[in-house]
DNA sequence: CGGAATCCCAATGGATACTG
DNA sequence: CAGTATCCATTGGGATTCCG
């Protein structure tokens, strides 16, 4: 591959630049699901960056028992966190970020700070966009 | 608002942080869908950050016209790219990033470069997880 | 050329009930 | 407590056709 931009490798044709499929999109879908962020966010301010489950599950407004369970499992899966199962009674769960997980969250910072930046204007623009569409048709 | 963390307002209660619904799971999950990354990589690369519609087609592998059009409509509506018009024969549509559509890139850099260095291990940790999940049932 | 409209299927995710 | 299993409504997105 000559260049890359965004974490995508791409090749010069005739027509533009084509990108290939790999990482980032596949990565942001994931971080862009429903729940995965507010998981990542409460995590990132924890003592030791490790909560139980029943934490997470009342600190995240909303989120259910299921979405809990997976969007934990995908992102035990992706080696952002770890599990830590102690078999008592009744059974408690932990949950840690890793290593790599810890590793990502200044980036997250910095693009979740753009949002919070700019977030006022983009609703203005929506706001403006959907007026102007009721307004000529 | 005491304290915000990652773009997101949060209430410190009894029971821990406690996250209000806002911008940045929002912003994400748009930005995390299946086009609007490899759109703006395309604009972010393209002389002017301004490309035609049919550029854009070519460009980017497996798109179809009714996705391209949505995806454009959606960050046309965000304030992140301007849609000119030319109703010449056949007409000609070109699509320029906005000063918040290229105030973004640098944030959006920020994080894939991210995932770019940790893409290989997180390829790992996954195929480590599934095999171990096959192993022990 | 650059869409809009329609149809259809797969995936997401919520509600609920059950379990070690 | 921390799950798993099942059912079901909504959404995302592909294929196709038609239009200015």
């Keep these: 591959m000559d260049h890359a931009i965004h974490g995508r490798p791409y090749e ?14 596949g990565v942001l879908a994931r971080l862009g699901d429903k729940w995965t962020i507010l998981v990542m966010s ?5 003592t ?3 909560l139980r489950f029943s934490e997470l599950k009342h600190g995240i407004d909303g989120i259910t028992q299921r979405m809990l369970t997976l969007t934990l499992r995908n992102l035990e899966r992706d080696g952002l966190l770890n599990r830590h199962y102690f078999p008592e009674v009744p059974p408690r769960v932990e949950y840690e970020l890793t290593a790599m997980g810890a590793s990502m969250l200044p980036a997250l910072e910095g693009f979740t700070s753009w949002i919070r ?3 006022p204007h983009m609703e ?3 706001q403006a966009f959907d007026a102007a569409k009721i307004k000529h048709g």
């Design 12 to 25: 010069q044709t005739n027509d533009g630049p084509r990108f290939r499929p790999c990482a980032p999109h």
């Design 42 to 46: 409460h995590l990132a301010i924890a």
């Design 48 to 50: 030791g960056h490790r």
């Design 117 to 119: 930046d700019n977030w």
């Design 124 to 126: 203005e623009c929506r």
